[in-house]
């Protein structure tokens, strides 16, 4: 059974950081090295929105509100996707959520919330 496992949220002030994790424990290494996975975040009364995507042999791709702010990587070896947050704005205030898309079949994580404060 899939799994994914998100941690990482919390409250910080203005100009700080947060890292975020997602982890997939029960994903075998050849699966987790060719899954396209992602970072979304939902604000209060706001649609979900794409922030940054990693996928095999291709650059990241971020959405232009957190370029040169957010870094998205993964370690194959711990299975485990990361979001490494700088800079952040009282904006990023939001509940983020993991994705993963593998040959069309999609999951998302549980969510984390994530609050900046001004």
């Known amino acids: 059974q899939l799994r994914l496992v998100e941690s990482g949220g919390g409250s910080v002030q203005a100009g700080g950081s947060l890292r975020l994790s997602c982890a997939f424990p029960t994903t075998i290494l050849s699966t987790f090295t060719s899954m396209d996975m992602a970072w979304y975040r939902q604000a209060p009364g706001k649609d979900r929105e794409m922030v940054a995507l990693?996928?095999?042999?291709?650059?990241?791709n971020y959405a232009d509100s957190v370029k040169g702010r957010f870094t998205i990587s993964k370690d194959n070896r711990k299975r485990t996707m990361y979001l490494q947050m700088d800079s952040l704005k009282p904006e990023d205030t939001a509940v983020y959520y993991c994705?993963?898309?593998?040959?069309?079949?999609?999951?998302w994580g549980q969510g984390t919330q994530v609050t900046v404060s001004s």
């Open positions: 990693i996928s095999s042999g291709r650059d990241p």
């Open positions: 994705y993963r898309n593998y040959h069309g079949q999609t999951n």
